[in-house]
Nanobody, 123 residues
Framework: QLQLVESGGGLVQPGGSLRLSCAAS????????IGWFQQAPGKEREGVSC????????TYADSVMGRFTISGDNGRKTVYLQMNSLKPEDTGVYYC????????????????WGQGTQVTVSS
């Protein structure tokens, strides 16, 4: 019932920007946290950012602090990840995921996942 659909990925040059979207359905948005995770080639899935709609808190990985901004539109049930000043290290498949309550950096604590959207940062 709970579904998450990512979009907005693409190919950009270093220093460019993308805005990823995570459209959610089938659950009460305000009870959940939505996280963005990056799976870079050959690496484990890592938390990038998260927003909890239960208390409005947000989190960011140190590597994206000051470059990425997470936001949510409760009416549209959509979470956005604005990605600026992109670096080659940002390349990977980006997934959004949902869990009840608070944010978490642990991917295994998120029970529901989208299908992912590819982000490639390359010259």
């Amino acid at each position: 019932q709970l579904q998450l659909v990512e979009s907005g990925g693409g190919l950009v040059q270093p220093g460019g920007s993308l805005r990823l979207s995570c459209a959610a359905s089938g659950f009460t948005f305000r009870y959940y946290a939505i996280g963005w995770f990056q799976q870079a080639p050959g690496k484990e899935r890592e938390g990038v950012s998260c927003i909890s709609f239960s208390d409005g808190s947000t989190t960011y990985a140190d590597s994206v602090m000051g470059r990425f901004t997470i936001s949510g539109d409760n009416g549209r049930k959509t979470v956005y990840l604005q990605m600026n000043s992109l670096k080659p290290e940002d390349t990977g498949v980006y997934y959004c995921a949902a869990r009840p309550g608070a944010c978490s950096k642990t991917s295994t604590s998120f029970p529901r996942w989208g299908q992912g959207t590819q982000v490639t940062v390359s010259s």
